[in-house]
T-cell receptor
């Protein structure tokens, strides 16, 4: 079975632009989470979606938004990009929504903001 | 919210020796503790996890121990091999279930010297 897939692999944007990142979870998984990983740091939680509803949100500004579709895939949107948004954006899928559910990560999208 | 501290930041060991990475967490309600391995250019890969009703778990050369009283958990890798070289992250759930996502440590760069 395919793992978590993300697109695009790499992306270069300029300050002020917006970006949309996409994620497809493992087949059968209903929950998708998004994380931001700045170089040299651990991933930081942005959002968790389950059954198309936002179930959790980390400490990120309103420029960050996401949604989950009926097929459980998800999009992360970032508006008014700042240089500090340059990072690896990771998507993780889990079977259900609970603290103990194993999260499986995709390869990430490397976003560079110039 | 949850805070996870991870040590050391860099660990160099001779091939065949053991490696130990330690993490502490702050939220006594946390009950799920996964460890991830991240190779260059890839997303984090789950290698082992432990839940709060278990004190130790082993999977071949990898083991994790948990001390809930002291709020710390450790990863032990025995008979290290060159392919063990990577960045390792510990993580913990925040209180409130899955809505807070995983809180990660800052990572340990494990170097296996031939």
């Amino acid at each position: 079975d395919a793992g978590v897939t993300q697109s695009p692999t790499h992306l270069i944007k300029t300050r002020g632009q917006h970006v949309t990142l996409r994620c497809s979870p493992i087949s059968g998984h209903k929950s998708v989470s998004w994380y931001q990983q700045v170089l040299g740091q651990g991933p930081q939680f942005i959002f968790q979606y389950y059954e198309k509803e936002e179930r959790g949100r980390g400490n990120f500004p309103d420029r960050f938004s996401a949604r989950q579709f009926p097929n459980y895939s998800s999009e992360l949107n970032v508006n008014a990009l700042l240089l500090g948004d340059s990072a690896l954006y990771l998507c993780a899928s889990s079977l259900e929504f609970s603290a103990g559910d194993t999260q499986y990560f995709g390869p990430g999208t490397r976003l560079t903001v110039l | 919210g949850e805070n996870v501290e991870q040590h050391p930041s860099t660990l160099s060991v001779q091939e065949g020796d053991s490696a130990v990475i330690k993490c502490t967490y702050s939220d006594s309600a946390s009950n799920y503790f996964p460890w991830y391995k991240q190779e260059l250019g890839k997303g984090p890969q789950l290698i082992i996890d432990i839940r709060s009703n278990v004190g130790e778990k082993k999977d071949q050369r990898i083991a994790v121990t948990l001390n809930k009283t002291a709020k710390h958990f450790s990863l032990h890798i025995t008979e290290t091999q060159p392919e063990d070289s990577a960045v390792y992250f510990c993580a913990a759930t925040a209180s409130g279930g899955g809505a807070d996502g995983l809180t990660f440590g800052k990572g340990t760069h494990l170097i296996i010297q031939p």
